[in-house]
């Protein structure tokens, strides 16, 4: 009897374990006319996921265990991208670091806003005025915005659980792929490597009254190998590969290239990911690395992140063609 696919034995597991969102198809269909608006106007589309993953741990879920990533990465990328002249779909964690947006969180808005009564009339609704000095770039950052927005370059999508993710990723992977080498995935979202099967999953509070919990948690699929074979097998594909212990790092970085022979591994070690990354790819690696200048100028390392792929890309799409 013929091996069953590796990829194929996962598309099974996700439709069985992971709780399909009732909206992923309206969501496909907005992310496949999006990709085929984009690319007749000749740009390219990248798919950026982006903040953690949450793995519940009882269905009417009261704990989950979580991920760890800000956002960061993938805000500060997405405007990178569109900057390069791509076109973005957002797929991150509901609530977790939003293009442009994730630039004024660390202050509390009401600071920066001054209230003049006009009439002085009980209730009157008055005006407000934006203090700059409190809310530094407001100005450049929200004519970018706008600018974003009017030339519908960003579709965000968010995802909260594990669940939503892997099947959002695959709807995502499906509407890109009909754009062929023009669409770039950047995997940056931290996904969970473990979970419990909603058949295995108590439904109600676990209840302290019954002990210490133990837990057993299954692997998740790795849902790049079908990305890269079956669900858009023409498109450049990147991942991330994060670590603390920067010994390992590029060996697991290369053996993640040979197994699902994608096109890059940006590798990370969580203290030092603000300004360190080495770019891997089957026949090269770029070490990325903020000096004391570039961090007084506040440069980010997102940007040099993603001009090294935009240009892989570049030669990716000529190779394509040729
Ligand atoms: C990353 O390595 C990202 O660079 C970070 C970004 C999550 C560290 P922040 O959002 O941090 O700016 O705070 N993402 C990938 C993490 C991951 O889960 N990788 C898996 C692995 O390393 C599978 S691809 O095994």
Redesign the pocket.
């Known amino acids: 009897m013929a091996e069953p696919r590796i990829s194929s034995s996962i598309d099974g597991k996700l439709a069985e374990e992971f709780a399909v969102p009732s909206h992923v198809e309206e969501v496909k269909e907005k992310m496949t006319a999006f990709a085929a608006f984009h690319a007749a106007a000749g740009r390219r589309v990248v798919l950026i996921t982006?903040?953690?993953t949450k793995v519940p741990l009882e269905s009417r879920t009261v704990r989950f265990l979580d991920?760890?990533?800000?956002?960061?990465?993938?805000a500060?990328s997405a405007e990178y991208f569109m900057d390069s002249g791509y076109a973005v779909v957002f797929l991150h964690r509901h609530r977790?670091?939003y293009p442009y947006a994730r630039m004024f969180l660390s202050m509390n808005m009401l600071d920066a806003l001054q209230f003049r009564d006009l009439d002085g009339a009980p209730g009157s609704s008055g005006e407000v005025l934006v203090d700059q000095r409190v809310l530094p770039n407001i100005g450049r950052v929200l004519k970018r915005y706008h600018e974003v927005k009017e030339g519908k370059l960003l579709l965000p999508v968010e995802f909260s659980t594990l669940s939503e993710y892997l099947h959002l990723l695959k709807a995502a992977a499906q509407a890109l792929s009909t754009i062929g080498a023009k669409a770039m995935f950047y995997?940056?979202?931290?996904?969970s490597?473990f979970y419990i099967p909603a058949s295995e999953m108590p439904e109600h509070k676990i209840q302290s009254s019954n002990g210490p919990l133990q837990l057993s948690m299954k692997m998740v699929p790795k849902i790049?190998s079908p990305l890269v074979k079956d669900w858009a097998p023409q498109a450049f594909v990147t991942?991330?590969?994060?670590?603390t212990d920067a010994s390992i790092l590029l060996d697991?970085a290369r053996r993640?290239l040979d197994t699902y022979r994608h096109q890059a591994v940006?590798a990370?070690v969580?203290d030092s990911?603000?300004g360190y990354?080495v770019v891997v790819t089957p026949d090269a690696q770029a070490e990325l690395l903020l000096s004391e200048d570039d961090v007084k100028n506040e440069v980010e390392i997102e940007e040099r992140i993603v001009a090294n792929l935009t240009s892989a890309h570049d030669k990716f799409v000529s190779e394509q063609a040729g």
């Open positions: 982006s903040g953690g991920n760890f990533s800000s956002g960061r990465r993938g500060a977790s670091l995997l940056a979202a931290a996904v490597d790049l991942s991330f590969k994060l670590e697991k993640a940006v990370n969580l990911r603000r990354v």
